[in-house]
């Protein structure tokens, strides 16, 4: 404010002045020399100075002055509104980067889940399929052992009566006591059991 009336203040001499001076050289333009310096002039000049300088300050309080006021004023608050603004949105803004950062962390979470549960739900699947390998190829050796047990048991049948029929045979032949298959079935089976046992130790 202060340098607003210091503005008309200065504003209201020079005009006062240039107005006084031009009324001067009106009215004493007939005679050589400065009319300012005429002693004769000096009342009207100051009385005409007084009603300039009243009027300048009047139209610059007045009018000029509210004007540059309003104007600054204007600028002012424009000035205010734009800094809330930018202050608004920058809060704004704050609030959607956290926001966008609380649920790119909540998204990378619910990954890391989905990603720890599809790999449980993997290990899980490929143990019951592992298992159920496992006892497949479990009953497949149970089975086969048992053929194999079969047939070993087969053959050695077989292999007890090929075994008794060829002792008889060679009884009659060397000895030519006479036997029956039966007997000799019966010690072949006592030789295979005893053969068994000491197998079994």
């Known amino acids: ?118 790999a449980a739900e993997a290990a899980k699947m490929a143990e019951e399929a592992d298992a159920k390998t496992a006892k497949k190829l479990a009953d497949k050796a149970a089975k086969a052992e048992a053929k194999l047990v079969d047939a070993k048991n087969a053959a050695l049948t077989k292999l007890t009566e090929v075994a008794a029929t060829a002792a008889v045979e060679a009884v009659a032949t060397v000895a030519g006591i006479k036997t029956t298959a039966s007997a000799a079935g019966k010690t072949a089976a006592a030789i295979d059991a005893r053969t068994r046992k000491q197998e079994a130790k």
């Open 1 to 118: 404010m202060k340098s607003i009336k210091r503005y008309q203040f200065c504003m209201a001499v020079i005009t006062a002045s240039s107005m006084m001076t031009d009324a001067a050289t009106a009215a004493g333009s007939s005679e050589p020399g400065l009319p300012q310096l005429d002693i004769s002039t000096w009342p009207s000049q100051l009385f005409w100075l007084v009603v300039l300088f009243g009027v300048g300050y009047l139209v610059m309080a007045k009018i000029v002055t509210p004007r540059i006021g309003m104007v600054l004023e204007e600028r002012r608050q424009t000035l205010d509104l734009d800094l809330a603004k930018a202050r608004t949105a920058s809060e704004d803004a704050a609030k959607i980067r956290e926001k966008y950062e609380s649920d790119l962390e909540k998204a990378r979470n619910e990954a890391s889940e989905f990603a720890r549960n599809a």
